[in-house]
C-alpha cells in the first residue's frame, strides 16, 4: 500500500514512496555532469523529479513505465514543488496495485458495467440493439472499455473515463432526444454516443502509464471504432445498409470540424447533436477538475487555460440562502460598481 501521495508532498518534505515512472531523460548539466530528468506518478498526480548525484549509476537499476522506490525531498520549483530524488529502486512486480499509481474512476466496476447494461438494455430498436450487443457482450472490448481512459491528457485521462465519458453522453442524449421529439432517432443518437471513442480502447495503453500504441498513432481512434464496427457488422447480414452507414458516419464526424481531426462534418441530426455533446462533456469535465484544483497563491482564478484561451473563475458561487439572507445584504461592504454590489472583476 502507497503511504505517501504526490498531492501531498510539500516543499522540504522528506520522501520515501512508490511511484510509476512515466518519464526517463538523461541531461547534461552546466557543469558537464550527467542528471536525470523524471516524471513520476501516482493516484493523485504528477511530479517532476531530479538525480543529480549517482545518475549513471541509478538509471541502470530501472526503466520507464517501472513502478520504483524513490527516496528524495521537495524542493520549490518554478511555483510548484519538485523531487530531488537520492535513491531509486525498481519493485518487483506483484508487490503493488497499479490502480494506486494510475488515475481512476471514483466509480467501482459493478456500478460502471451497471450503467452499460441499462443503457444497452434501454434500446428499442431491434437492429441497433444486435450491433450494440455484438460489440459490449464481447468479453475483450467490454473489458477494455470499461478500463480505457478517454484521453491521454486531456479530459477524463483516468482508468474508466471512457465509459464516465460515454455515460454521460448518453445521459445528455436521451434528454435532448426527449425535447426535439421525433425529430431525432433517439436510439441512433445512443448509438453515436457509445460508439464515437469505441476506437480508443486500441488507441491508447494504460496497462502502465498512459500512452499511445503504435497502431493508435498511425491510424487513429476514429479510423480504429470504423473498422470495430464494420467487423460486429459483418456478423449481422440482416443490418440495413442505411443504417449503418449512419452509424459510421456519426463516428466519423464526431469532432465536427475537419480540423479537429473529423474526416468528415456532421450531416445529420443526430451527427450534429452528438458533436455538440462530446465538446459540451469535454470541456466540463475539464473544468470540473480545474475546480477542484488548489490555486498556489490562493487566489479565485485558476493560470491562463490554453484550451479555453481565458482564465476560469474557481469561486463559489453563492447559494439561495446567503442571496436572500437580509443581514448579509445590510453589511455587505460597496464597491466600485456601486453600493451593495459585488464584482467578480475587481
Given at each position: 500500500m502507497?503511504?505517501?501521495?504526490?498531492?501531498?508532498?510539500?516543499?522540504?518534505?522528506?520522501?520515501?514512496?512508490?511511484?510509476?515512472?512515466?518519464?526517463?531523460?538523461?541531461?547534461i548539466?552546466k557543469?558537464?555532469?550527467a542528471?536525470?530528468?523524471?516524471?513520476?506518478?501516482?493516484?493523485t498526480?504528477?511530479?517532476?523529479a531530479?538525480?543529480?548525484?549517482d545518475a549513471?549509476?541509478?538509471?541502470?537499476?530501472?526503466?520507464?513505465?517501472?513502478?520504483v522506490s524513490?527516496?528524495?525531498?521537495?524542493?520549490?520549483?518554478?511555483?510548484?514543488?519538485?523531487?530531488?530524488?537520492?535513491g531509486?529502486?525498481?519493485?518487483?512486480?506483484?508487490?503493488?496495485?497499479?490502480?494506486?499509481?494510475?488515475?481512476?474512476?471514483?466509480?467501482?466496476?459493478?456500478?460502471?458495467?451497471?450503467?452499460?447494461?441499462s443503457?444497452?438494455?434501454?434500446m428499442?430498436?431491434?437492429?441497433l440493439?444486435?450491433?450494440?450487443?455484438?460489440i459490449?457482450?464481447d468479453r475483450?472490448?467490454?473489458?477494455?472499455?470499461?478500463?480505457?481512459?478517454?484521453a491521454?491528457?486531456?479530459h477524463?485521462?483516468y482508468?474508466?473515463?471512457?465509459?464516465?465519458?460515454?455515460?454521460?453522453?448518453?445521459?445528455?442524449?436521451?434528454?435532448?432526444?426527449?425535447?426535439?421529439g421525433?425529430?431525432?432517432?433517439?436510439?441512433l443518437?445512443?448509438?453515436?454516443?457509445?460508439?464515437?471513442d469505441i476506437?480508443?480502447?486500441?488507441?491508447?495503453?494504460?496497462?502502465?502509464?498512459f500512452?499511445?500504441?503504435?497502431?493508435g498513432?498511425?491510424?487513429?481512434?476514429i479510423?480504429?471504432?470504423v473498422e470495430?464496427?464494420?467487423?460486429?457488422?459483418?456478423?449481422?447480414?440482416?443490418?440495413?445498409?442505411e443504417?449503418a452507414?449512419?452509424?459510421?458516419?456519426?463516428?466519423?464526424?464526431?469532432?465536427?470540424?475537419?480540423?479537429?481531426?473529423?474526416?468528415?462534418?456532421?450531416?445529420?441530426?443526430?451527427?450534429?447533436?452528438?458533436?455538440?455533446?462530446?465538446?459540451?462533456?469535454?470541456?466540463?469535465?475539464?473544468?470540473?477538475a480545474?475546480l477542484?484544483?488548489k490555486?498556489?497563491?490562493?487566489?479565485?482564478?485558476?493560470?491562463?487555460?490554453?484550451?479555453?484561451e481565458?482564465?476560469?473563475?474557481?469561486?463559489?458561487?453563492?447559494?439561495?440562502?446567503?442571496?436572500?439572507?437580509?443581514?448579509?445584504?445590510?453589511?455587505?461592504?460597496?464597491?466600485?460598481?456601486?453600493?451593495?454590489?459585488?464584482?467578480?472583476?475587481?
Amino acid at each position: 500500500m502507497k503511504k505517501i501521495f504526490i498531492k501531498d508532498i510539500k516543499e522540504r518534505d522528506s520522501v520515501t514512496g512508490a511511484f510509476l515512472v512515466v518519464r526517463k531523460e538523461t541531461g547534461i548539466s552546466k557543469s558537464g555532469k550527467a542528471y536525470l530528468n523524471l516524471k513520476l506518478m501516482d493516484s493523485t498526480g504528477e511530479i517532476e523529479a531530479r538525480v543529480w548525484d549517482d545518475a549513471e549509476e541509478l538509471a541502470k537499476g530501472f526503466n520507464k513505465n517501472d513502478v520504483v522506490s524513490i527516496k528524495g525531498f521537495g524542493v520549490a520549483y518554478q511555483g510548484g514543488v519538485q523531487l530531488n530524488v537520492t535513491g531509486v529502486k525498481q519493485l518487483p512486480e506483484g508487490s503493488y496495485s497499479l490502480r494506486d499509481f494510475l488515475p481512476s474512476s471514483e466509480r467501482d466496476q459493478a456500478s460502471l458495467e451497471a450503467e452499460l447494461d441499462s443503457i444497452l438494455a434501454s434500446m428499442k430498436d431491434r437492429h441497433l440493439k444486435a450491433l450494440m450487443d455484438s460489440i459490449f457482450t464481447d468479453r475483450e472490448i467490454r473489458g477494455r472499455f470499461l478500463m480505457a481512459p478517454a484521453a491521454k491528457a486531456m479530459h477524463h485521462s483516468y482508468l474508466g473515463g471512457l465509459a464516465e465519458h460515454v455515460f454521460s453522453i448518453c445521459g445528455l442524449a436521451d434528454k435532448v432526444a426527449g425535447h426535439y421529439g421525433s425529430a431525432v432517432s433517439r436510439d441512433l443518437l445512443i448509438s453515436g454516443a457509445m460508439l464515437h471513442d469505441i476506437g480508443k480502447i486500441y488507441e491508447l495503453t494504460y496497462e502502465r502509464s498512459f500512452d499511445y500504441s503504435d497502431e493508435g498513432r498511425l491510424l487513429g481512434h476514429i479510423t480504429m471504432g470504423v473498422e470495430l464496427i464494420d467487423r460486429k457488422l459483418s456478423s449481422l447480414p440482416e443490418f440495413p445498409r442505411e443504417l449503418a452507414v449512419l452509424v459510421k458516419h456519426m463516428v466519423l464526424s464526431h469532432h465536427g470540424q475537419l480540423e479537429f481531426g473529423s474526416p468528415k462534418r456532421p450531416k445529420t441530426i443526430e451527427s450534429i447533436i452528438l458533436s455538440y455533446l462530446d465538446d459540451l462533456d469535454a470541456k466540463v469535465n475539464t473544468v470540473r477538475a480545474l475546480l477542484n484544483g488548489k490555486s498556489s497563491d490562493g487566489s479565485n482564478w485558476t493560470p491562463y487555460q490554453r484550451l479555453f484561451e481565458r482564465y476560469i473563475y474557481t469561486g463559489m458561487v453563492p447559494s439561495h440562502e446567503e442571496v436572500q439572507d437580509p443581514a448579509a445584504k445590510k453589511t455587505e461592504p460597496a464597491d466600485d460598481n456601486g453600493p451593495g454590489t459585488m464584482s467578480l472583476f475587481k
